[in-house]
T-cell receptor, first 117, second 113 residues
Framework: GAVVSQHPSRVICKSGTSVKIECRSL??????MFWYRQFPKKSLMLMAT?????????EQGVEKDKFLINHASLTLSTLTVTSAHPEDSSFYIC?????????????FGPGTRLTVT | KQEVTQIPAALSVPEGENLVLNCSFT??????LQWFRQDPGKGLTSLLL?????REQTSGRLNASLDKSSGRSTLYIAASQPGDSATYLC????????????FGKGTKLTVNP
């Protein structure tokens, strides 16, 4: 149990377009999901915490108008990178928190490789 | 602000060797510490989770220890195999206003046949 999927696994888009990444918890309900970004040879950095039915909480330095997060159901959160630029190219990983309340054990998706040309 | 450091950044060993990966964190106010494995271009696989009240956890050839007061954890891998080659990440779940998993940069392990 505790499987998290992400779609797509890889995406290449042109500069200026928007890209949506989906994160789904397949066999459990997740009130809270988390979005991370990973640069080469760097730590995973938390971008935002997504709560079902409410606005996401963004980490300092993350532009909420650029990285739109929607958590419309207990099994789905989406991250939309708007007006993508080459510097947005990165590996994006989501996780889903299991449990009625924190602290959550987080289960991670397989990641999405975004390349902006 | 919690900071997690992993040493060494990279490690290359011959098959069969026992090895230790190190992780240190600056703030001992944590719920738990977790070790992950990441293969190139892939997501994270959780290996071991140690609650703040625990000292160690074991799974197969892996043993993780936690010394919360000194802010240290080690991951011991016994009888290493080429299939163990991957990047190993340490992360702590911080207490305080917002629970966050704070990650180290990882140790890239290569086990040579």
């Amino acid at each position: 149990g505790a499987v998290v999927s992400q779609h797509p696994s890889r995406v290449i888009c042109k500069s200026g377009t928007s890209v949506k990444i989906e994160c789904r918890s397949l066999d459990f309900q997740a009130t809270t999901m988390f979005w991370y970004r990973q640069f080469p040879k760097k730590s995973l950095m938390l971008m935002a915490t997504s709560n079902e039915g409410s606005k996401a909480t963004y980490e300092q330095g993350v532009e909420k108008d650029k990285f739109l997060i929607n958590h419309a159901s207990l099994t789905l959160s989406t991250l939309t990178v708007t007006s993508a630029h080459p510097e947005d190219s990165s590996f994006y990983i989501c996780s889903a928190g299991r449990g009625a309340s924190g602290p959550y054990e987080q289960y991670f998706g397989p990641g999405t490789r975004l390349t902006v040309t | 602000k919690q900071e997690v450091t992993q040493i060494p950044a990279a490690l290359s060993v011959p098959e069969g060797e026992n090895l230790v990966l190190n992780c240190s964190f600056t703030d001992s106010a944590i719920y738990n510490l977790q070790w992950f494995r990441q293969d190139p271009g892939k997501g994270l696989t959780s290996l071991l989770l140690i609650q703040s009240s625990q000292r160690e956890q074991t799974s197969g050839r892996l043993n993780a220890s936690l010394d919360k007061s000194s802010g240290r954890s080690t991951l011991y891998i016994a009888a290493s195999q080429p299939g163990d080659s991957a990047t190993y990440l340490c992360a702590v779940l911080t207490q305080g206003g917002s629970e966050k998993l704070v990650f180290g940069k990882g140790t890239k392990l290569t086990v040579n046949p």
